[in-house]
């Protein structure tokens, strides 16, 4: 097998800007940046409060080519695959996606991300995190080819309640019955668009793949296509509101990517991430596997829960406390929610806290004109998604 | 998710050894006198490995591999009789001589210069040095039949393992203790250079510590290296050699014997293809010839390497262990030369009844620093060091009727093979016939047939990655519980149902059968478990 890199005079670039930079650039009236891996992306476009609600009233469209994408194929591919991640990849068919963890030996998470079965025997593995080295090395005595292909793959989020309408607006027919982790091909400006039922929001959405040189062309059939059904940019401040509010774990934020942890009690493993659902253990191999037994023998160190916390102070890196006042976790996501119109936060906590109805505080602080005040706010453990609308999953979705 | 299964539950009686190699032997008779039922699988059409007496020209003998034996693990000859099963020393405690060319030849033996241009002070030092690494050796010697401690695992056989070591070290007394700790990670040269003044003492000791290593006196870890080589009392004393009768295959013909007179089976020519998997553990081998044989235990006697990555197969590890296997060191220098001579040779100024000890090519230190400078480069020595024995002096079956073997551990070869191999064999050979012409002119005129095995020849025949002394160098990072490789230091391998037997695992490379043993009992703690 041999990994690849294209574009190998990467460095002569400070910094990517994507095929949609002309149109990004342009709606970006707030001119806010970051750097999302060497891309320059839009914080926000025009007010990230707006843009969010776009995301759950109408149609919002974020520029996804950042996002590390691998092009996974060869006789090997699924059996590599299948002992790279957790969960069983046969059981994501052609033409279906699947979310998936790998780990290391340690059983403890190095990176999520997506696998895509675009056609059978050739996946696309989206990842958060940059893990050409992880893979290659993992790929040693499979017979697969591996190519780093985020450069050539131009995609867009496409995500809310009007995204289905807009979409066969634009002409992809049939789109209606992709159902949710679905993949069609539609024929698009002398081209292919790939068309996946997937998304961060937690919402009724779309990702659109797209070779570079028809990048423009997507974005500008999708605004026109969606300007009666309130399509707006939007940047990361909006997606990372309602990634919350799906209760999406984010590497780097909500653990730390097992390969960049010095001390080993900093990882986590899919179980204390509440992904116990993503780990099957009736695969002979997969890295990680043993250890995931033993610890599902000994005991978990954590566990992650989704937290309502009472008041309106934002419980940001918060400690949590038990009732005795001991610390029992810290806060890793943390926001309010427009949707569920709460106070919400993601946390990990050590065993055996963190089950329903127990009484957990968050230490709280916050400034009023610059001087500091604190709080302890009430913490309730919520089972299942914070917000969870049914568009998400109905197919055909309904039109709007 | 399915139920969860405790690691290594039995299933299965039976064990397949893949490798009749003194520590597959060595393993097979002690489960076999367990009551397992053992099958024993070698490639080769004799038993032995690298340990073994084979005819190399038309009526000449010799050790093919291992020509010299004194780390052999005493309880293993106690607990399998070796002796009642044929095995005899024709000599023990063999002096040094280290050959000058000049004639002016350093004898020593037991840290005691029997004759040779040393000064006062060198053999003063000589007694004082060898006595306290033979001191180390034993700390060293003590840890040989303990399953090496795993780090951090909190089981408590672990922390008594490891603080048997710390104890053993401690036991030493406040001073010995400070220089163990001193010199055990650093490279010999440094120590020879603070012990002695003589180049030629100080070569032929340099030499002792890199033998069958991929480092040169200067290289940290060479004391290590000279401290295991040291650690067994089979030659007679610790750091003594001993010319087994009938070499080397008599010790493992008596190997063979003991198992299989407990009742393990032995079947040579039968090379394994592959280890087979039933689930997420190992269900027996595949033979090349097809045939499949099933067995719950699986034990492996090839290197860790060979074992890991092909026999099984990265795919069926995890990624991080597959790629610690992977980076094991296994670039193997030493090369084997064989001799059919007509008559007894001469050396320069050498008494003809010393041509039956060790005798030593290293003039100086640095000389075996030089010779060691081209193997980083991939190849050969201009002027490479020897450890010569001649076994025929002593045994009559090794050659015919007044003529003579020279067996000779060559360093340092060059390790590659593929296109071009005979060509540099025939390079390499010329070199160290020019070395040994140095010593004895009259030598060539008396050769009558030659065999020079290089480190890929002898990957081929003894079936040992890069044709390493070791099946991978025996380094501080790869050493007691990190050996082979950490994670997998306790011979049970990552896989339930697969053990590694052989000179990869703690404590290392040698005639020894102490990893042999080990693994064994590896293998019956975890049946007992079940
Ligand atoms: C040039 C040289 C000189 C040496 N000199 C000395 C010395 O003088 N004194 C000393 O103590 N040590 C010496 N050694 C080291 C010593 O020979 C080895 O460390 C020791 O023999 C290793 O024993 P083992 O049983 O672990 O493995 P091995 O002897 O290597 O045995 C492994 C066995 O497994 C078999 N095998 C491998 N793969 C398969 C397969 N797929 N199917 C079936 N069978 C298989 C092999 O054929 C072999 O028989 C020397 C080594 C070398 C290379």
Redesign the pocket.
Known sequence: MKPEMNHKLHFRTAVYQTPFHPRTSALNVLNEWHRWKDYTTADAYFDETLEYAAIRNACAVFDLTPMTKHRITGPDALAFLNRLVTRDVAKIKPGRVGYCVWCDDNGQVIDDGTIFHLRPGDYRLCSQERQLDWLARSARGFDVSIVEDTHDVAALAFQGPTTCAVLKKMGLAGVEKLTPFGIGFFPFAGGELMVSRTGFTGDLGYELWIEPGRALALWDALFAAGADHGIRPMGTHALEVSRIEAGFVQAGVDFLPADAAVRIDRTRSPFELDLGRLVDFTKPVFTGRRALLEEQRRGSRYRLVKLDVEGNKLARSSYIYDRARNVVGTVTSAVWSPAAKTNIALASLKMPWGRPGDELWAEIYYQRELQWAKVMARCRVIEGAFFDPPRRRATPPADF | MTDVQPANKRRDDKVVI????????VCAAYLARAGREVVV????AQ?????VTREFAPGFRV?A????????DAQVSRDLALESHGLKMARSNLRTVALAADGGHIVHAGGKVESGPVSPADRAALADYHARLQRFARVMGKQHNRRPPRIGGGDRSDLLGAALLGLDIRLLGRDDMREFLRIAGINVYDVLEETFESPLLKGTLALDAV??TNLGPRSNNSVLTLLHRMSGTAGGDYGAVALPAGG?GTVTAALAAAAQKSGATLRCS????RITLEGDRVSGVQLESGETIAAGTVV????PA?TLL??LGARHLETGFAERVRHIRSR?T???LHLALDGLPEFTGLDGALLGERLVIAPDPVYVEHAFDHSKYGTASPEPVL?IVMPSVHDRSFSPQGKHVLSA?VQYAPHDAGAGADARRGEFLERILGVLGKYSPGLRRQIVATEL?L?AD?ERE???TG?????GELALDRFLMLRPVPGAAQYAMPLDGLYL????CHP?????GS??GNAARAVLAAGSTA
């Open positions: 893949i490798g009749a190699g003194h520590n597959g032997l699988l070698e490639a080769a038993p032995g490995g690298a340990a050790s591999c291992a020509h010299l034996l004194y780390l052999l033998l069958g080397m039968s090379p394994v293809a492996s006697n090839a290197d060979r092909q026999l193997g030493a090369a084997k450890e551990i095995l480190p002898i003894f079936r040992i044709g390493h002394w070791h099946h037997c052989g000179a990869g290392g490379g040698g005639v020894m990893a042999g």
